[in-house]
């Protein structure tokens, strides 16, 4: 049998797509995968309702109108995860898989976790201070559980159009969507959503 080895090009190019996924502004401080998290679930939502992922922006830390801020961060949401295609959105059809949702909290409480994120109130929230560092906990949610967590920041995001919280907000988005879940073991029990 002869091995050989992939062309140059490719090479490069799967190399600049997975530092792509991995480095870009800003830092994310926590994440956490329930073990009942399995991309099956992406694969339910898309399934349902022309694709549409429910999605709840909380907050808004430029103090630009509401509608503007959440149809930029839908937009940068776009493709930007893996697995099959969904539509995310913020008005989803009766059809959709509304049991599933991304919550995406912005300058909310400086700490929280998954449970609070999908089934909780985020409290006060205020716009980013002058320095415009922006702190978002985000979560993929099944009902009030969370099946993925996230908090992260980045610091001098000039407002929603500037590349970096463009470039920030689509590293999010493929962190809450990984292709396999590290803390499930061969054997476990799998569900087929919705679970």
């Not at 694969?43 to 309702?49: F, L, P, Q, W």
């Not at 716009?127 to 906990?137: A, F, H, Q």
């Not at 590349?163 to 396999?180: E, G, M, N």
């Amino acid at each position: 049998m002869i091995l050989r080895a992939a062309p140059i090009p490719a090479v490069a190019a799967l190399m600049l797509l997975v530092a792509g996924c991995t480095t870009g502004p800003g830092v994310i401080h926590h994440t956490r995968i329930s073990t009942s998290y399995s991309i099956q679930d992406l694969s339910y939502v898309a399934g349902r309702g022309d694709g549409q992922l429910w999605t709840e922006i909380v907050g808004n830390p430029f103090g630009s109108p509401q509608p503007a801020f959440e149809a930029a961060v839908i937009s940068y949401m776009q493709g930007s995860h893996f697995g099959p295609r969904v539509d995310f959105t913020t008005t989803p059809s009766d059809e959709a898989a509304t049991a599933y949702r991304v919550r995406m909290i912005f300058n909310g409480p400086a700490a929280s976790n998954g449970s609070v994120v999908c089934g909780g109130s985020p409290g006060a929230l205020a716009p980013s201070p002058e320095n415009g560092t922006v702190r978002l906990l985000a979560a993929f949610c099944r009902g009030s559980r969370p099946l993925t967590f996230l908090s992260a920041a980045m610091e001098n995001a000039s407002g929603v159009e500037d590349p970096a919280f463009r470039s920030f907000i689509r590293r999010v988005t493929s962190r809450l969507f990984p292709p396999q879940n590290p803390e499930r073991r061969d054997g476990d029990d799998r569900c087929t959503p919705p679970c």
